[in-house]
């Protein structure tokens, strides 16, 4: 009979741990007061909170259990003084991997970006050592799309976009090992062309032409590295 009481406890108890999708919660409040919650009571009304929204905190932190792996995966937000979203970063054992997003203090978008390695915090200092990967991409205040990055394991890779706030393209850029490499071309927000110049290894090599907003011949350079 013990041991049968027993055995509905553990399952009781593993059902309930598997309803528990956070390990602990670290909060820091607008005053710079710090708390870390690991009730489980407490966690799970944490877990009905959406950290994107406004809040009335500085900073928060939340980790869930280790997984089958052994790694434990957590989340980062830090807010304006507006209570407004600022910063979310995704981290792995407490280094920065995953999604990293930024916004404008109005609460439009202001980066989407993927990070691979670096340190686990929102500070400027940690966001130094970030590697990021993939594409990157920036909007104004407004919620226009202002560019678009390839990386490869930190370093710019392939074609790079600018646009002007209508979406035409402003800037096509081209890289290799995070330098200029290849045909570089900038527009009139007409469309028309108004740069068409090559690099290599980061400098300017080969014709270089410049156009007015007609489509005419502005100049033509020639660079030799």
Same mark, same amino acid.
């Given at each position: 009979?013990?041991?049968?009481?027993?055995?509905?406890?553990?399952?009781?108890?593993?059902? $309930?741990? @598997?309803?528990?999708?956070? $390990?602990?919660?670290?909060?820091?409040?607008?005053?710079?007061?710090?708390?870390?919650? !690991?009730?489980?009571?407490?966690?799970?009304?944490?877990? @009905?909170? &959406?950290?994107?929204?406004?809040?009335?905190?500085?900073?928060?932190?939340?980790?869930?259990?280790? #997984?089958?792996?052994?790694?434990?995966? *957590?989340?980062?937000?830090?807010?304006? $003084?507006?209570?407004?979203?600022?910063?979310?970063? +995704?981290?792995?054992?407490?280094?920065?991997?995953?999604?990293?997003?930024?916004?404008?203090?109005?609460?439009?978008?202001?980066?989407?970006?993927?990070?691979?390695?670096?340190?686990? #915090?929102?500070? #400027?200092?940690?966001?130094?050592?970030?590697?990021? &990967?993939?594409? =990157?991409? =920036?909007? &104004?205040?407004?919620?226009?799309?202002?560019?678009?990055?390839?990386?490869?394991?930190? $370093?710019? +890779?392939?074609?790079?976009?600018?646009?002007?706030?209508?979406?035409?393209?402003?800037?096509? +850029?081209?890289?290799?090992? #995070?330098?200029?490499?290849?045909?570089?071309?900038?527009?009139? *927000?007409?469309? *028309?062309?108004?740069?068409?110049? !090559?690099?290599? @290894?980061?400098?300017?090599?080969?014709i270089s032409?410049?156009?007015?907003?007609?489509?005419?011949?502005q100049f033509?350079?020639?660079?030799? @590295?």
């Amino acid at each position: 009979m013990r041991y049968y009481f027993l055995l509905i406890f553990f399952c009781l108890s593993c059902q $309930s741990s @598997k309803n528990i999708h956070l $390990s602990s919660a670290y909060f820091v409040s607008r005053n710079g007061i710090t708390e870390t919650i !690991t009730n489980p009571q407490r966690l799970k009304e944490i877990e @009905k909170i &959406d950290f994107l929204s406004p809040t009335s905190y500085q900073k928060v932190i939340k980790t869930q259990p280790k #997984d089958y792996q052994g790694k434990v995966a *957590s989340s980062a937000f830090t807010y304006y $003084s507006n209570g407004c979203i600022s910063r979310f970063l +995704e981290m792995i054992n407490g280094r920065a991997y995953g999604y990293y997003k930024e916004w404008h203090p109005n609460g439009f978008l202001k980066l989407e970006a993927y990070v691979i390695e670096g340190a686990g #915090d929102l500070t #400027d200092s940690a966001q130094a050592s970030w590697v990021f &990967d993939g594409k =990157c991409r =920036c909007w &104004d205040e407004k919620g226009s799309l202002e560019a678009i990055f390839n990386y490869e394991k930190g $370093s710019l +890779e392939e074609s790079s976009l600018h646009f002007f706030s209508d979406g035409q393209i402003k800037k096509q +850029e081209s890289f290799f090992k #995070d330098q200029k490499h290849g045909i570089q071309e900038e527009f009139y *927000s007409s469309g *028309s062309l108004f740069l068409k110049s !090559t690099y290599y @290894k980061g400098s300017l090599n080969g014709i270089s032409k410049g156009f007015w907003n007609n489509g005419n011949k502005q100049f033509i350079e020639y660079f030799e @590295k």
